[in-house]
């Protein structure tokens, strides 16, 4: 519900920081770098060269629980993929896309000048958020950096959000700052995680990166990585981890599933079932269970 | 649920803090001085003095969102009207209304017995905040300073949540402080912003005025002042502001329509169309659309 | 969804208790000490000494609020048997049941490896949570001291979360400290109280104390309290305190009642009702009511 | 080192809240009115009615410690006369001295233009924080409440600072918000405590009140209460109450003195002296000791 | 400076919280199961039972700083021996000591009777915190839960901390708590570390542990463990590790040396330097200062 | 006091950097793009690029307060340069000098890789925070931000701060981030701001940028900003704006010499001279004062 005419006025933009030569192209990373960069994918690519998690991969991501990521990150070095202190606006519904990053920085007039002057030099006009969220595709999530910042961080009302949802077919939001207009967006189906709420419009920020690395809470974003959320916070899974995160999660699953079927028996004790059954016969029975569900499981997912 | 005995004994009240001259009455702003503080309100007032925003308004106040409002504000110099930080109790519920004013600060017992003294003297009782709560009108918020105290910091509970709802028509409920028996007032039907819940009653604390200008947050809120709440937080809006935020926000819902509807074509990016669209012949269209939109919407509202 | 081998080696356990003599059991209050120590209890006892509440007094307890509870304890010296702050998994659902203590400490290898020794010296391996929680007993309340732990303090997830409500008849859960897979436990139907969640197993910590009292925020905890609970905080009643509570709640069920009612009439200021009619024929029409409203409950409760 | 120019653009001032009849002063408590609100008060009183504690017991009071007042007060149902959580500019310097209170509220320019209007009529210009800081008298304790605001909350500079300190003879400044200039601060000789420091200058708000009474923290105080802050934090001590406070510190003062030669003799268990002896002869002792030392204390204050 | 005649009534104590058999002595780890529990002990004990690592030791331990004790701890499977965030009363001066650890609760009147009870039983009277502080050692350093409490959480005032010094010879105070007096404790040469001051007395709480392991934020602190703080934080050195905490910090201390003259000779950029030398001749150049430094430090340490 | 063998293997560096093409050189903005960037800069530059304010100016700017700084530069745009928040190490000096700025973020391995791997194709090694260290210049401020991280955030000890000290002269530190070593860096006579203090050496982070625009608190930090600290907080001054704030400063100075004068001859109330004189004859006397005043600052200026 923001009013036309405000936000060109009230935003500082168009600014970038980050030490690139001037004859590079501003705010994306090139695709070659975002190749060197992100050289472990094993996925296919955008035409910009941001991984591209498949489909299919998605789709099975929507089962994860942010423990199931925990098990094999940490394990593989990833020690800070996990950032919470969310407001979550649709705390049921599982966030799950490919990570479209923003960054912003406080804004300064003489930063400010010196790229206008560049982007003019390039016959390019001034940048306003809206020039990134037009670059959405349908799965991405964006991921925005805008230090926490409560007033004048507000990275979308209620028209954006709406216009972010059509853009990435529902895939989500993830902001280090705020959103406006909380009555408008809670009618809109997309899930979307931010730090507050401000009937602000953004201000007094710079748009500082597209696609660079960026850093939410206590965590460094790639573009494509895989972006999680559930009711606790997000996990942002380097795209090399997600079949590993993914077939481990299936194990978990039928390991949930046995060990509730045993509770529901009544026979046994916490600690004679958890976490891996005491009773040798047990475990040999939850062994065969597991190689047929799982063996099921794939089954079935190969059929779709 | 609260006992029926305790609270007459526990809270310390009657006092009055504020410098008026003795034989002036004790908690109310006295009507000639309501309308000089006031003297810019455009209504009618009640008895006291309290400016009463037409119930015509408040009807259409209920499609508001904390923007609007926004936009319309700090422009006229009210860059201060806004609290948030609120448990609120019914978040899809929007609350409206004429804020109904009471100040309490830490209870003394040398100005509590002055003031009793004074009440005396003109023939009535101490006070309780009962007291006040008898003096709501329909259409009211009760509206409380309670210097965001937690334990014996709560305004009500679950019997005097529902006399206020019964009172004001459901009008609402802002305090800074606390509220008691939120499982009995979870059930009742009135919008409530508040800043914690605990089980104790209010005490320690003396009532110190009533239709006086109080602080809440970062806010000076005057008796008469449309509030508006929605789940972000809450503004207080001088009656002088009402109208032009009203029709300003006529012209925010119409342009949030039309953009949502050519976001729904696919034809666009967010930066063709938001906050006003680039194409002069898709601004001609947004004006017409515009010009033809607030007229049916006039023409519906003059039709009730 | 606990992945089923990483646990065990996760969790430093085997603890540390406090200052009993080599002799004594280890982590339990031997029977005789409890007694001593819960002298009033005026109820039954576990086989452990432990009091037992009766399930009547625990059925009659669904109807508490927190208010009622702090109308009687205070009075009586216990100014300090509520903790709030919590995280509440549901809140429309009362928790009510008997206090089972675990008390956790930050690891130390020398305390582990010096308890350990003494485990095995009484033919016992090293200890677990599963090991406290398969101990819990119908109606009782799982209610743990963490200190506050987020990461690594988490102590159980949604496979734990199903067994506790199992094992307990869905009594419940409080911890100061975390919960993991709250995807997972939203969907159990057990109340549950906590300070935060996290990804993390349970880990960097001993079990130190079975039964014995902890501390949960400003409560001291005795094994066998009746643990209530609802939409704003916990409140741990010592069982000789319970009868009280509960009849005292009925006369304000019934005054509630008749204060709503006369409000609904709406002949009265509420300061002619709330919280005692002034008016002595009122008065008199209330403790009638009163009077014949607490036997036709009363009655109602015995033909049960 | 404010900037001669910025200070009266920058501030928004002038404004009166409190529900005073428009005839009467605006901005002080009338002399009737504040005879009658401190009407306990045993001392003289300054022109205006504001008490005035004697010199002779201020001086007395710079022995005083934050214990000593405790011990009194309460007993007396002044439960909440303590306020903390100050940055201390002189943590080894007392600050005793009578309140002058001034109270600040957010600004609103309808309510500005309103009391404009008022002072106008009166032959009065706008009002500004010096005229306030004018009024100071010799031993006086300049006490704001600035609603502990930070950024333009500074309620005086280096330069007002200087005149603040000059004007009360050192007497000292308790601001519920924040000062500017803290190097300059820093080697002026005066006792402060504020809430934080910031380079920008008082604004967006308006004096509302000068000598009435006020919130600091979680205390009501009152024009001529007296202040009495150590590095712990500051009590504002009816002048009622101050004749007792500082007889029975005289007697903790000599028991201190006793308890510490005590045990220099090491002779003595803690719990054989501390906090009354328990051995009779000891007790007598102490008795003897103390009727000598409160003599030869008053003796040497009575032969100044 | 605590009047004499309030803490007694103040103060509820006498209560013991800990699952110990009736039989057994009430307050204190019998020194059996204290041998126990400090097994691996390598130094002589006090009478009862309670780790004595040495004087000399404890000399050699003024040179530590935190830094060094990081370096050996961890690695050793202590990662929770260090606590801050702490008010520290005398930043310059090192504390070291052995741990005398006592634990207080929240006070429950039913427990405080069957406590005094029990008390009474063995001819004891009713505990004070006096009681404990008697039981001080030379070289001690008293560490106290008071479970971070403010108000009524003042485990000492003047009179007592001057009482403490005296009995451990300026051994000095950890206290997750308060303290009162400030003024008075400023002068008193002990080195305190304590979250928070206030003016009232200790109350509320029950003492429930004297010489058993306690927590102190995330640390389990044990009876006999080397305390050292420095201006950051307090260190918890179990006694067995002490010897290769100081060992190792001679070494960094020649390092320290060693680097610092190289810097000083302003030939070498820091990472030729830091933390190890690059160049060979350098290292070696080192490894000989290292070797003739560490043989002069023992040198006059045994000289002495 | 750093063990020299640990850093090595606890740091994760090698790190990533901001969207550069490969070809380009990884850490450092080339000169090229730092002057086009810098474009405003009045002064000489560094080989690199970086603006070198002029010796003189930084010895001017001692003489800077805060509110010196904030006069000038919100008037130029230039409305959040300032930043608090900071433990101060040595707060009674200055802190003035050009900054020097460092980036880290939080550690992924596949990024380290990738640039580890550029790194190596361009003929260099990992990097380190000496590597970074190394390349300070007299006169220069190490502006670090290590987003606000405590433990293992450490971007210094004592070692390395004293190499910091002798490479830039005293020139200081500001750090969004921790050090360690505080009771080893307190006598080291260098300025320093940082967020907190832990004993871990830093670790889990990459060092992500040298001399790049970086972000401290809510200041978009630029490499050559003119650095200025006292014991409020720290401006961060573009070079552009140094000249005027310095100019301005040199009034403000002599209006407080004034003021102060005529407080002292007390004579005038605070609104009669401050901000500015009321009576047109003070007026001019303060204006001649003025004009004679700088015209001797500036002959004593240019004599040196």
Redesign the interface.
Known sequence: ????????AAVCLGAL??????Q?QLF???R???I?????NPFERFPDGRPKVPDALIERARGL???????ILPK???????A?GFRILHPDR?LVGRAFTLQF???????D???S??QQAKGQGRL?N??A??MLQPGDVLVVDL?G?KVDGTIV????F??VM??THSGGLVVDGSV?????I?EIDMPAYFRS?????IG?V?L??I???I?IG???V?PGDLVVG????V?FI?P?EVKDVLD??D???V??EW??KK??E?RY???EI???PTDPKLKQEYQEYLKKRLEEIRRKRDSH
């Not at 519900?1 to 060109?8: D, H, S």
């Not at 629980?65 to 098990?71: D, G, K, L, R």
């Not at 593989?76 to 996990?82: A, I, K, L, N």
């Not at 920085?105 to 930063?111: F, Q």
Request: net charge negative; no cysteine.
């Open positions: 519900m923001k009013n036309p005419a405000t936000l060109a920081m980050t030490p690139v030569p001037s590079a994306t990373t090139p070659e770098q975002m060197e960069l992100t050289a472990q629980s942010a423990e199931e990521v925990w098990t593989e070095g990833f020690r800070s993929q996990y919470d599982k920085m406080p804004a300064r007039p003489d930063l000048a010196a790229l002057a560049q306003y809206q020039y969220i037009d230090f910042k009302g209620d028209n954006l709406y216009y059509k853009a406006r207009d909380l009555d408008g809670s709420v401000d009937p602000t419009p007094n710079m500082t990166g696609n660079i690395p850093r206590g965590v460094t790639m559930d009711r606790e916070g996990y380097p090399q481990r999660a194990e978990t699953h390991h949930d060990t509730k509770f529901d009544g004790k916490s600690s958890y976490g891996s």
